[in-house]
Protein backbone atom coordinates (compact mmCIF):
# COMPACT_ATOMS: atom_id res chain seq x y z
CA UNK A 1 0.00 0.00 0.00
CA UNK A 2 1.22 3.61 -0.83
CA UNK A 3 2.19 5.60 2.41
CA UNK A 4 0.23 8.87 2.85
CA UNK A 5 1.51 12.13 3.00
CA UNK A 6 -0.22 15.41 4.23
CA UNK A 7 0.22 18.43 3.13
CA UNK A 8 -1.07 22.02 4.47
CA UNK A 9 -1.71 25.44 2.59
CA UNK A 10 -4.20 28.04 2.34
CA UNK A 11 -2.87 28.16 -1.53
CA UNK A 12 -4.34 26.34 -3.78
CA UNK A 13 -0.94 27.01 -6.76
CA UNK A 14 1.01 26.32 -3.66
CA UNK A 15 0.04 22.71 -3.12
CA UNK A 16 -0.58 22.08 -6.75
CA UNK A 17 2.94 22.37 -6.48
CA UNK A 18 3.83 21.04 -3.50
CA UNK A 19 2.46 17.63 -4.97
CA UNK A 20 4.13 17.92 -8.25
CA UNK A 21 7.24 17.94 -6.85
CA UNK A 22 6.72 15.00 -4.39
CA UNK A 23 5.31 12.95 -7.26
CA UNK A 24 8.18 13.82 -9.34
CA UNK A 25 10.13 12.09 -6.61
CA UNK A 26 8.16 9.54 -4.68
CA UNK A 27 4.81 7.63 -4.95
CA UNK A 28 2.85 8.52 -2.46
CA UNK A 29 -0.38 9.46 -2.10
CA UNK A 30 -1.08 12.43 -1.00
CA UNK A 31 -4.12 14.12 0.72
CA UNK A 32 -4.60 17.72 0.25
CA UNK A 33 -6.04 20.78 2.94
CA UNK A 34 -6.55 23.96 2.53
CA UNK A 35 -6.26 24.88 6.13
CA UNK A 36 -5.06 23.79 9.42
CA UNK A 37 -8.50 22.94 10.71
CA UNK A 38 -9.01 20.72 7.92
CA UNK A 39 -5.77 19.31 8.28
CA UNK A 40 -6.69 18.38 11.88
CA UNK A 41 -9.50 16.65 10.70
CA UNK A 42 -7.68 14.65 8.21
CA UNK A 43 -5.57 13.59 10.66
CA UNK A 44 -8.06 12.30 13.03
CA UNK A 45 -9.57 10.07 10.04
CA UNK A 46 -5.95 8.95 8.34
CA UNK A 47 -2.87 7.73 9.45
CA UNK A 48 0.12 9.52 7.56
CA UNK A 49 3.35 9.02 7.07
CA UNK A 50 4.15 12.61 7.03
CA UNK A 51 3.34 15.96 7.51
CA UNK A 52 4.16 19.09 5.26
CA UNK A 53 2.51 22.47 6.34
CA UNK A 54 2.96 26.04 5.67
CA UNK A 55 2.91 28.08 9.46
CA UNK A 56 0.28 31.13 8.56
CA UNK A 57 -2.56 30.29 7.50
CA UNK A 58 -6.12 31.64 8.75
CA UNK A 59 -8.19 29.17 9.51
CA UNK A 60 -5.69 26.59 11.94
CA UNK A 61 -1.66 27.89 12.06
CA UNK A 62 0.72 25.21 11.24
CA UNK A 63 1.84 25.56 14.75
CA UNK A 64 -1.81 24.07 15.92
CA UNK A 65 -1.50 20.78 13.30
CA UNK A 66 2.28 20.73 15.24
CA UNK A 67 0.68 20.43 18.43
CA UNK A 68 -2.15 17.99 17.43
CA UNK A 69 0.20 15.49 15.80
CA UNK A 70 2.80 15.85 18.64
CA UNK A 71 -0.35 14.79 20.94
CA UNK A 72 -1.26 12.00 18.44
CA UNK A 73 0.86 10.42 15.92
CA UNK A 74 3.70 12.44 16.13
CA UNK A 75 4.79 11.32 12.49
CA UNK A 76 7.75 13.27 11.22
CA UNK A 77 6.79 16.81 10.37
CA UNK A 78 8.09 19.87 7.65
CA UNK A 79 7.07 23.11 8.09
CA UNK A 80 7.48 25.62 5.86
CA UNK A 81 7.71 29.30 6.87
CA UNK A 82 8.79 33.05 5.95
CA UNK A 83 9.73 33.46 10.00
CA UNK A 84 12.27 31.56 12.45
CA UNK A 85 11.45 28.54 13.88
CA UNK A 86 12.92 31.09 17.33
CA UNK A 87 10.20 33.24 16.72
CA UNK A 88 7.34 31.01 17.66
CA UNK A 89 6.49 29.77 21.19
CA UNK A 90 4.30 26.55 20.19
CA UNK A 91 7.46 25.04 18.08
CA UNK A 92 10.22 25.57 20.97
CA UNK A 93 10.84 21.75 21.08
CA UNK A 94 9.80 21.22 17.31
CA UNK A 95 13.04 19.52 16.73
CA UNK A 96 13.15 17.83 19.74
CA UNK A 97 9.58 16.31 19.45
CA UNK A 98 10.92 14.30 16.61
CA UNK A 99 14.84 14.47 15.39
CA UNK A 100 13.16 13.66 11.39
CA UNK A 101 11.40 17.41 11.79
CA UNK A 102 12.36 19.78 9.49
CA UNK A 103 12.40 23.66 9.57
CA UNK A 104 12.53 25.00 5.83
CA UNK A 105 12.34 28.40 5.63
CA UNK A 106 11.30 30.58 2.50
CA UNK A 107 12.00 31.06 0.04
CA UNK A 108 12.50 27.21 -0.10
CA UNK A 109 15.05 25.18 -2.11
CA UNK A 110 13.68 22.87 -4.09
CA UNK A 111 16.75 20.25 -3.65
CA UNK A 112 16.47 20.90 0.10
CA UNK A 113 12.44 20.70 -0.14
CA UNK A 114 13.35 17.25 -2.08
CA UNK A 115 16.10 16.15 0.60
CA UNK A 116 14.13 16.67 3.62
CA UNK A 117 11.06 14.64 2.84
CA UNK A 118 13.34 11.91 1.96
CA UNK A 119 15.22 11.81 5.42
CA UNK A 120 11.88 12.68 7.25
CA UNK A 121 10.69 9.84 5.83
CA UNK A 122 13.61 8.07 6.88
CA UNK A 123 14.89 6.56 3.75
CA UNK A 124 12.15 4.78 3.37
CA UNK A 125 10.39 6.75 1.31
CA UNK A 126 9.52 4.74 -2.01
CA UNK A 127 11.47 5.81 -5.21
CA UNK A 128 9.66 5.83 -8.43
CA UNK A 129 11.37 3.58 -10.69
CA UNK A 130 14.31 4.38 -13.33
CA UNK A 131 12.13 4.33 -16.15
CA UNK A 132 13.29 6.90 -18.56
CA UNK A 133 9.15 8.14 -18.09
CA UNK A 134 7.99 10.50 -15.50
CA UNK A 135 4.59 10.80 -14.69
CA UNK A 136 2.23 13.90 -13.80
CA UNK A 137 -1.13 14.48 -13.42
CA UNK A 138 -3.07 15.53 -16.46
CA UNK A 139 -4.91 18.56 -13.97
CA UNK A 140 -1.24 19.89 -13.30
CA UNK A 141 -0.15 19.72 -17.25
CA UNK A 142 -3.51 22.18 -18.30
CA UNK A 143 -2.69 24.11 -14.70
CA UNK A 144 1.31 24.83 -15.54
CA UNK A 145 2.57 23.49 -18.67
CA UNK A 146 3.42 26.21 -20.74
CA UNK A 147 5.71 25.26 -23.77
CA UNK A 148 5.72 22.72 -25.79
CA UNK A 149 7.09 19.30 -24.79
CA UNK A 150 6.04 15.51 -26.11
CA UNK A 151 3.65 13.86 -24.31
CA UNK A 152 2.95 10.36 -23.46
CA UNK A 153 0.35 8.48 -22.00
CA UNK A 154 1.04 4.81 -20.74
CA UNK A 155 -0.60 1.81 -22.65
CA UNK A 156 1.19 -1.28 -20.74
CA UNK A 157 4.39 -2.00 -18.96
CA UNK A 158 7.11 0.24 -20.23
CA UNK A 159 5.04 0.84 -23.71
CA UNK A 160 4.37 4.58 -23.94
CA UNK A 161 2.37 6.33 -26.84
CA UNK A 162 3.50 9.77 -28.01
CA UNK A 163 -0.06 11.98 -28.22
CA UNK A 164 1.68 15.81 -28.21
CA UNK A 165 4.89 16.24 -30.75
CA UNK A 166 6.59 19.28 -29.03
CA UNK A 167 6.61 22.12 -32.12
CA UNK A 168 3.22 21.11 -32.72
CA UNK A 169 0.21 23.33 -31.68
CA UNK A 170 -1.27 22.05 -28.44
CA UNK A 171 -4.45 22.31 -27.65
CA UNK A 172 -6.04 21.44 -23.84
CA UNK A 173 -8.80 19.50 -25.60
CA UNK A 174 -6.47 16.65 -26.58
CA UNK A 175 -5.62 15.66 -23.03
CA UNK A 176 -8.92 16.73 -21.70
CA UNK A 177 -10.35 13.86 -24.00
CA UNK A 178 -7.40 11.69 -22.52
CA UNK A 179 -9.02 12.67 -18.79
CA UNK A 180 -12.57 11.70 -20.00
CA UNK A 181 -11.80 8.55 -20.72
CA UNK A 182 -10.28 7.85 -17.11
CA UNK A 183 -6.33 8.66 -17.53
CA UNK A 184 -5.19 10.99 -14.47
CA UNK A 185 -1.38 10.81 -15.88
CA UNK A 186 0.55 11.69 -18.86
CA UNK A 187 4.25 11.09 -18.90
CA UNK A 188 7.11 13.25 -20.22
CA UNK A 189 10.98 12.08 -20.96
CA UNK A 190 12.96 12.84 -17.79
CA UNK A 191 15.30 15.57 -19.01
CA UNK A 192 11.37 17.44 -20.41
CA UNK A 193 9.51 16.45 -17.28
CA UNK A 194 12.75 17.85 -15.38
CA UNK A 195 12.77 21.00 -17.12
CA UNK A 196 8.88 21.29 -16.88
CA UNK A 197 9.48 20.94 -12.62
CA UNK A 198 12.07 23.56 -12.92
CA UNK A 199 9.74 26.37 -14.85
CA UNK A 200 6.32 25.08 -12.12
CA UNK A 201 9.28 25.11 -9.43
CA UNK A 202 10.74 28.99 -9.66
CA UNK A 203 6.84 29.76 -10.13
CA UNK A 204 6.86 28.23 -6.61
CA UNK A 205 9.81 30.38 -5.31
CA UNK A 206 7.96 33.34 -6.95
CA UNK A 207 4.45 33.13 -5.60
CA UNK A 208 6.11 31.86 -1.74
CA UNK A 209 8.16 34.98 -1.39
CA UNK A 210 4.63 36.14 0.00
CA UNK A 211 3.40 39.96 -0.72
CA UNK A 212 6.28 42.50 -1.10
CA UNK A 213 5.73 45.60 1.23
CA UNK A 214 5.95 48.31 -1.01
CA UNK A 215 7.74 51.04 0.85
CA UNK A 216 10.80 48.87 1.99
CA UNK A 217 11.25 47.81 -1.71
CA UNK A 218 11.26 51.16 -3.20
CA UNK A 219 13.91 52.53 -0.58
CA UNK A 220 15.55 49.39 -0.84
CA UNK A 221 15.53 49.42 -4.46
CA UNK A 222 17.40 53.35 -4.39
CA UNK A 223 19.67 51.72 -1.95
CA UNK A 224 20.52 49.21 -4.29
CA UNK A 225 22.01 50.91 -6.56
CA UNK A 226 24.04 53.91 -4.74
CA UNK A 227 26.72 54.42 -7.46
CA UNK A 228 23.60 55.25 -9.67
CA UNK A 229 22.19 57.53 -7.12
CA UNK A 230 25.19 59.83 -6.71
CA UNK A 231 25.20 60.51 -10.69
CA UNK A 232 21.21 60.89 -10.28
CA UNK A 233 21.69 63.70 -7.48
CA UNK A 234 24.24 65.61 -9.16
CA UNK A 235 21.72 65.82 -12.23
CA UNK A 236 19.82 67.22 -9.88
CA UNK A 237 17.37 64.81 -7.94
CA UNK A 238 16.68 66.01 -4.82
CA UNK A 239 14.76 64.23 -1.92
CA UNK A 240 11.66 65.49 -2.26
CA UNK A 241 11.89 64.20 -6.55
CA UNK A 242 12.79 60.81 -4.95
CA UNK A 243 10.10 60.68 -2.61
CA UNK A 244 7.74 62.28 -5.19
CA UNK A 245 8.78 59.83 -7.53
CA UNK A 246 9.07 56.63 -5.43
CA UNK A 247 4.81 57.55 -4.46
CA UNK A 248 3.74 57.17 -8.21
CA UNK A 249 6.03 53.79 -8.14
CA UNK A 250 3.90 52.48 -5.57
CA UNK A 251 0.83 53.66 -6.56
CA UNK A 252 1.81 52.03 -10.42
CA UNK A 253 3.00 49.03 -8.73
CA UNK A 254 -0.37 48.38 -6.27
CA UNK A 255 -2.21 48.56 -9.40
CA UNK A 256 -0.88 46.26 -11.20
CA UNK A 257 -0.46 43.80 -8.23
CA UNK A 258 -4.72 43.47 -8.83
CA UNK A 259 -3.08 40.68 -11.62
CA UNK A 260 -2.19 37.70 -10.24
CA UNK A 261 0.26 37.08 -13.50
CA UNK A 262 1.96 40.58 -12.85
CA UNK A 263 1.76 40.41 -9.42
CA UNK A 264 4.30 36.98 -9.27
CA UNK A 265 6.47 38.80 -12.03
CA UNK A 266 6.39 42.14 -10.03
CA UNK A 267 7.21 39.85 -7.07
CA UNK A 268 10.23 38.73 -8.47
CA UNK A 269 11.48 41.91 -9.79
CA UNK A 270 11.34 43.71 -7.07
CA UNK A 271 13.40 40.76 -5.17
CA UNK A 272 16.39 41.05 -7.87
CA UNK A 273 18.85 43.19 -7.02
CA UNK A 274 20.60 43.20 -10.68
CA UNK A 275 20.06 45.23 -13.71
CA UNK A 276 16.61 44.63 -14.12
CA UNK A 277 15.14 46.47 -11.06
CA UNK A 278 18.08 49.11 -11.40
CA UNK A 279 18.17 49.95 -14.65
CA UNK A 280 14.05 50.70 -14.68
CA UNK A 281 14.34 52.85 -11.37
CA UNK A 282 17.23 55.06 -12.61
CA UNK A 283 15.40 55.04 -16.07
CA UNK A 284 12.06 56.37 -14.08
CA UNK A 285 14.07 58.56 -12.12
CA UNK A 286 15.62 60.20 -15.87
CA UNK A 287 12.13 60.20 -17.00
CA UNK A 288 10.94 62.37 -14.30
CA UNK A 289 14.13 64.90 -14.45
CA UNK A 290 13.72 65.39 -18.14
CA UNK A 291 9.60 65.66 -17.65
CA UNK A 292 10.59 68.67 -15.27
CA UNK A 293 12.37 70.72 -18.30
CA UNK A 294 9.87 70.22 -21.33
CA UNK A 295 7.08 72.17 -21.54
CA UNK A 296 4.96 69.32 -22.99
CA UNK A 297 4.99 67.30 -20.09
CA UNK A 298 3.36 67.23 -17.03
CA UNK A 299 2.11 64.71 -13.97
CA UNK A 300 -0.21 62.89 -16.11
CA UNK A 301 2.93 62.48 -18.58
CA UNK A 302 5.61 60.86 -15.27
CA UNK A 303 2.17 59.00 -14.30
CA UNK A 304 2.33 57.36 -17.87
CA UNK A 305 6.41 57.22 -18.25
CA UNK A 306 6.68 55.25 -14.89
CA UNK A 307 3.96 52.81 -15.64
CA UNK A 308 5.51 52.23 -19.06
CA UNK A 309 8.57 52.14 -17.18
CA UNK A 310 7.43 49.05 -14.46
CA UNK A 311 6.15 47.08 -17.08
CA UNK A 312 8.69 47.64 -20.05
CA UNK A 313 10.68 44.63 -19.79
CA UNK A 314 8.66 42.75 -17.26
CA UNK A 315 7.71 40.00 -20.38
CA UNK A 316 11.25 39.17 -21.19
CA UNK A 317 11.40 35.64 -19.71
CA UNK A 318 15.53 36.17 -18.56
CA UNK A 319 16.02 39.15 -16.89
CA UNK A 320 19.56 39.24 -17.83
CA UNK A 321 18.37 39.52 -21.42
CA UNK A 322 16.99 43.35 -20.74
CA UNK A 323 20.71 44.59 -21.06
CA UNK A 324 20.40 44.05 -24.92
CA UNK A 325 19.55 47.42 -26.24
CA UNK A 326 20.21 47.14 -29.88
CA UNK A 327 19.90 44.18 -32.41
CA UNK A 328 22.88 45.44 -33.99
CA UNK A 329 25.30 44.87 -31.30
CA UNK A 330 27.64 42.14 -30.36
CA UNK A 331 25.88 41.04 -27.45
CA UNK A 332 22.83 40.33 -29.16
CA UNK A 333 24.56 38.96 -32.40
CA UNK A 334 25.99 36.47 -29.51
CA UNK A 335 22.46 35.26 -28.54
CA UNK A 336 21.29 31.76 -29.03
CA UNK A 337 18.26 32.03 -31.47
CA UNK A 338 15.89 31.56 -28.93
CA UNK A 339 17.36 34.71 -27.14
CA UNK A 340 17.30 36.74 -29.63
CA UNK A 341 13.44 36.04 -30.27
CA UNK A 342 12.88 36.63 -26.83
CA UNK A 343 14.56 40.19 -26.80
CA UNK A 344 12.60 40.79 -29.90
CA UNK A 345 9.66 40.18 -28.99
CA UNK A 346 9.18 41.16 -25.41
CA UNK A 347 7.60 44.27 -25.85
CA UNK A 348 4.73 43.01 -26.79
CA UNK A 349 4.75 39.73 -24.13
CA UNK A 350 5.16 42.97 -21.84
CA UNK A 351 2.46 44.64 -23.18
CA UNK A 352 0.10 41.29 -23.25
CA UNK A 353 0.38 41.66 -19.38
CA UNK A 354 -1.84 45.02 -19.23
CA UNK A 355 -4.91 42.86 -21.56
CA UNK A 356 -7.21 42.66 -18.41
CA UNK A 357 -6.41 46.33 -17.03
CA UNK A 358 -8.88 48.78 -18.12
CA UNK A 359 -8.36 52.28 -18.52
CA UNK A 360 -4.72 52.30 -18.99
CA UNK A 361 -3.91 55.22 -21.42
CA UNK A 362 -2.59 54.33 -25.18
CA UNK A 363 0.46 56.03 -24.50
CA UNK A 364 1.60 54.14 -21.93
CA UNK A 365 1.48 50.75 -24.34
CA UNK A 366 2.79 52.69 -27.13
CA UNK A 367 5.70 53.61 -24.65
CA UNK A 368 6.22 50.35 -24.00
CA UNK A 369 5.68 48.90 -27.96
CA UNK A 370 8.61 51.95 -28.73
CA UNK A 371 11.38 51.36 -26.04
CA UNK A 372 14.21 49.78 -28.48
CA UNK A 373 13.04 52.09 -31.19
CA UNK A 374 15.80 54.53 -32.06
CA UNK A 375 16.87 58.01 -33.35
CA UNK A 376 18.59 56.00 -36.43
CA UNK A 377 15.47 54.06 -37.28
CA UNK A 378 17.32 50.66 -36.96
CA UNK A 379 15.44 49.88 -33.64
CA UNK A 380 13.07 47.33 -33.35
CA UNK A 381 10.54 46.04 -33.71
CA UNK A 382 8.91 48.77 -36.19
CA UNK A 383 12.56 50.20 -37.32
CA UNK A 384 10.68 53.79 -37.09
CA UNK A 385 12.35 56.93 -37.34
CA UNK A 386 13.26 59.60 -35.11
CA UNK A 387 10.23 61.86 -36.45
CA UNK A 388 7.74 58.70 -36.01
CA UNK A 389 9.18 57.56 -32.55
CA UNK A 390 6.28 59.54 -29.76
CA UNK A 391 7.47 61.97 -27.76
CA UNK A 392 6.87 60.49 -24.46
CA UNK A 393 8.59 57.13 -26.03
CA UNK A 394 11.63 59.77 -26.94
CA UNK A 395 11.98 60.30 -23.21
CA UNK A 396 11.85 56.76 -21.90
CA UNK A 397 14.13 55.87 -24.87
CA UNK A 398 16.64 58.64 -23.82
CA UNK A 399 16.43 57.88 -20.16
CA UNK A 400 17.31 54.00 -20.69
CA UNK A 401 20.04 54.87 -22.80
CA UNK A 402 21.62 57.27 -20.04
CA UNK A 403 20.48 54.39 -17.00
CA UNK A 404 22.19 51.80 -19.16
CA UNK A 405 25.27 54.15 -19.50
CA UNK A 406 25.41 54.51 -15.13
CA UNK A 407 24.78 50.79 -14.34
CA UNK A 408 28.63 50.37 -16.36
CA UNK A 409 30.33 52.91 -16.55
CA UNK A 410 31.20 56.32 -14.32
CA UNK A 411 29.96 59.73 -15.05
CA UNK A 412 33.42 61.21 -14.27
CA UNK A 413 35.66 58.96 -16.48
CA UNK A 414 33.46 58.57 -19.46
CA UNK A 415 30.73 60.81 -19.09
CA UNK A 416 31.92 63.41 -21.72
CA UNK A 417 32.03 60.85 -24.54
CA UNK A 418 28.76 59.67 -24.28
CA UNK A 419 27.06 62.77 -23.96
CA UNK A 420 29.21 63.92 -27.13
CA UNK A 421 27.73 61.02 -28.45
CA UNK A 422 23.94 61.60 -27.90
CA UNK A 423 24.55 65.11 -29.15
CA UNK A 424 25.80 63.60 -32.58
CA UNK A 425 23.09 61.10 -32.70
CA UNK A 426 19.82 62.24 -31.18
CA UNK A 427 19.64 65.34 -31.80
CA UNK A 428 16.73 64.22 -34.39
CA UNK A 429 12.62 64.94 -34.87
CA UNK A 430 10.64 64.22 -31.16
CA UNK A 431 14.13 63.42 -30.17
CA UNK A 432 15.62 67.20 -30.05
CA UNK A 433 13.74 69.05 -26.66
CA UNK A 434 13.98 66.30 -24.25
CA UNK A 435 17.50 65.68 -25.61
CA UNK A 436 18.45 69.34 -24.63
CA UNK A 437 16.78 68.55 -21.39
CA UNK A 438 18.79 65.67 -20.75
CA UNK A 439 21.68 67.20 -21.98
CA UNK A 440 21.86 69.94 -19.70
CA UNK A 441 21.27 67.47 -16.37
CA UNK A 442 24.48 65.80 -17.57
CA UNK A 443 26.02 69.26 -17.84
CA UNK A 444 25.22 69.59 -14.85
CA UNK A 445 26.44 66.62 -13.20
CA UNK A 446 29.78 66.46 -15.32
CA UNK A 447 30.69 70.00 -13.56
CA UNK A 448 30.23 68.67 -10.26
CA UNK A 449 31.47 65.45 -10.83
FE1 LIG B 1 13.55 45.99 -23.24
FE1 LIG C 1 14.87 47.83 -20.44
Avoid: W
Avoid at 42 to 69: A, H, P, R, W
Avoid at 293 to 312: P, Q
Amino acid sequence: MEQKILIIDDEKEILDIIEIIIESEFSFEILRADSGRTGIEILKENSVSLIISDYSMDSGTGGEIFLFNKDHENVPFIMVSGGFLEDYKELEDFRKTNPLNTYIQKPMDEDFFIESIRKSMNDEADLLSTSEFRRLKIDHVLTFLKTNKDIYIKLSGEKYLKIVHAGELFEKNQLIKYQEKGEDYVYFKKPDFESFVKEVLSKLNKSILGSINLSDTVTLGAIGYEFVHSSLRDMGLTNDHVDFVNSLVEKSVSSLMENKEVEILLQSFFHEKGYLVSHTMTAIYISFLICQKVEYTNETSVEKLVFAAIVHDLGISDSSLSQIIDRDSKEFEALSGRDKKDVLNHMFTSVKLLENFKSIPNDVENIILEHHENTSGTGFPRNIAANRISPLSAIFILSLRVSHFLYFNKLSTSGQMFKKDLEENCNKGNFKKPLAALLSCLEKALKSS
